[in-house]
């Protein structure tokens, strides 16, 4: 036999192979997962699991190949299990492509490969003793590249805080799973109901989410509310149901003006006799114990006409979300559910029907709804800002995911103007050399490349003082908030929030938290950092205004060496009068009481820190100024 010893070399079944592998592969499914995500495979949701099991299962196919298959040469021998590696982890991809309802992470791959094939040729290639010297250093490697990548961005663990800077505030994000059960599918929303939530899942399950009595944790109860959606009967029409198009539900809004009030869901509809799908908003009443009355449903809408299924069909891009307008009129989306004029009817742009609109509905009574505007592609989030501005979001294709204000009667030009291109190509095939919308309504901001938008709020409760005005948008593909600085009708910046899962619909609590309703089923909320948090994060409210005048770029003076320092005794910043006019220096108690309330300190400054109420981050504030001074 030429070349080294190896185990495994031409010996069908060869035990010592297998154990090798069987080691080795518990390393391939396991350190890929605490590289990408920080969280052991089973602690994953099952949308991720698929993908881990998928990897293994290659990797356990590469092995047979490596044990049963005679390696007479090295060399060629590495070369071949690399090649091996490529193809089994590139056709594995490929098969996750085809189902919509799993993750796949390109990203997740290249490591599982990288480490799939640097594993693999240890037995074609080095003695023995070499090899077991060489897999514990790639096992190594693994292991301490898992703990060191831990950061908050990626941090997928249920029910464990993760503190993180954003540009002007410091967050605390609060994962809690199994409060809606097991989830099937996507879709569904929140929304709040007095000081707790109503959450219906995109199957229709509806829970009453409350507050525990610390307000870090969340407890739901499930209410017997049936949905009027005959799912059993729908998937009866389909030969194999593992393969039927999504039935899911879209949204849900509550009307507190009517006496009782009233719940709204919009969700497809399926027509038994004609074979078609609809969207539909139905209504349920709720009594004064914060629960439906009953299971008695209104159809207050169904959008014209009833869509085929076809190849055009799309049953992803449904909108169907809901908004109130100023006057109190309900606002609901609806997607082109993929009728865009290619290989189809262009329906977004035809006003004779309901597709690729908002509409609005002129009045309770009369169940009359109207175009509020055209040419929308699949709008996934409505708001109405503290000035009655109507802000949406809505998908593109590949690139030019949209944020409108929409006017009512205004065109948005889909699918005839957009700033995305067609999947895997280079251009629309509807605008080959359009650079803007022309005609059209401009987006005022369109994100290149696409971020996979959802819902959105404008932040206007108490906890973010800083972000208060701001739009906050969630992301499917980023898994990301994008939190959109605004002045009137335009867009000053945006900024990514990373949250670790796909964001489907979010809301503000009456205390100012943002909670989250993701694709998994869990609830996320993102807070100020609780009391144990560190003195580096809780200065980290201040960085955004005067680390940075380091450079010269800050709003504020240098803070370094702050602590017993002479009151605006930064010779590099303009104070304000009434800042000068101070005298002494900032001892712990004259921080304590500026950091409380800036302006009542110091009567006649203008200052656009609100103050920190807290007196436990106040003190850890100046413990950090005193370290650092």
């Known amino acids: 036999m030429n070349g080294p010893r190896a185990f495994g070399r031409g010996v069908p079944g060869n035990l010592a192979g297998w154990v090798w592998f069987a080691v080795s592969g518990a390393f391939v499914v396991v350190g890929p997962s605490l590289l990408r995500y920080g969280a052991l495979p089973w602690r994953l949701p099952m949308r991720d699991v698929l993908q881990m099991i998928v ?14 298959v005679r390696h007479e040469r090295p060399r060629w021998a590495t070369v071949r299990v690399i090649v091996a590696t490529t193809v089994l982890f590139v056709c594995a991809y490929g098969a996750l492509t085809l189902f919509d309802n799993f993750a796949r992470s390109r990203e997740l791959f290249a490591i599982t490969a990288l480490i799939a094939a640097a594993l693999a040729v240890q037995p074609v290639s080095i003695h023995r003793v070499r090899t077991v010297a060489i897999g514990a250093i790639v096992l190594g490697v693994v292991a301490v590249a898992a703990v060191i990548s831990r950061n908050p961005r990626e941090m997928l663990l249920a029910n464990e805080p993760v503190q993180w800077q954003s540009g002007l505030a410091s967050l605390e994000l609060r994962y809690q799973s199994g409060l809606t059960g097991p989830v099937e599918g996507d879709g569904g929303g929140i929304a709040t109901w007095g000081d707790g939530f109503l959450v219906i899942t995109g199957r229709g399950a509806l829970y009453h989410v409350e507050w525990d009595s610390t307000r870090t944790s969340l407890r739901s109860t499930r209410l017997p509310v049936p949905l009027p959606v005959d799912r059993a009967g729908y998937l009866a029409d389909w030969p194999d149901p593992d393969k039927a198009l999504r039935l899911r539900v879209t949204d ?46 209104t159809t207050e809408f169904e959008s014209h006409p009833c869509l085929p299924v076809v190849p055009a069909f799309d049953d992803i891009e449904t909108g169907g979300r809901f908004a109130w307008t100023a006057d109190g009129k309900l606002l609901l989306s609806i997607g082109d559910h993929g009728f865009n004029g290619i290989r189809s009817p262009q329906y977004p742009q035809d006003t004779t029907v309901d597709y690729g609109k908002v509409l609005q509905r002129e009045s309770p009574a009369s169940r009359r709804w109207t175009i509020f505007t055209l040419g929308n592609r699949n709008p996934q989030g409505l708001v109405v800002d503290h000035e009655g501005r109507i802000w949406e979001t809505e998908h593109g294709p590949q690139g030019g995911d949209e944020l409108n204000v929409l006017v009512r009667g205004d065109n948005y030009g889909w699918p005839v103007a957009t700033y995305g291109t067609e999947y895997g190509g280079t251009f629309w095939p509807l605008t080959l050399q359009a650079r803007d919308h022309g005609s059209f309504t401009e987006p005022a901001f369109a994100f290149v490349p696409s971020i996979g938008v959802s819902s959105l709020i404008e932040v206007q409760g108490p906890m973010f003082p800083e972000w208060r005005g701001d739009l906050l948008v969630s992301s499917l593909r980023t898994r990301s908030l994008w939190r959109v600085r605004k002045r009137g009708d335009h ?133 950090y100024l005193r370290s650092h001074r």
């Open 55 to 68: 990897m293994g299962a290659s990797y356990f196919a590469l092995a047979a190949y490596v044990v049963s």
């Open 252 to 297: 849900l809004t509550i009307d507190t003006s009517s006496n009782p009030v009233r719940l709204y869901v919009s969700h497809q509809y399926w027509n038994h006799d004609r074979k078609c799908f609809t969207l539909r908003v139905s209504s349920t009443l709720l009594d004064q114990q914060r629960s439906p009355a009953g299971s008695s449903w």
């Open 491 to 623: 867009v000053l910046y945006v900024e990514p929030i990373p949250i670790g899962r796909r964001v489907r619909d979010l809301v503000e609590s009456t205390d100012g938290h943002v909670v989250l309703w993701t694709d998994d089923g869990d609830l996320v909320t993102v807070g100020r950092p609780q009391r144990n948090s560190s003195p580096e994060v809780a200065f980290g409210q201040c960085k955004p205004c005067h680390v940075p005048s380091i450079q010269g770029t800050a709003m504020g003076p240098y803070l370094r060496a702050a602590f017993e320092r002479r009151v605006a005794g930064d010779r590099t910043y303009d104070y304000s009068a009434a800042m000068r006019s101070l005298g002494g220096s900032w001892t712990a108690r004259r921080l304590d009481a500026f950091l409380q309330d800036p302006e009542r300190y110091v009567p006649g400054t203008k200052m656009k820190f609100g103050g920190i109420a807290d007196p436990e981050e106040r003190a850890k504030v100046i413990e």
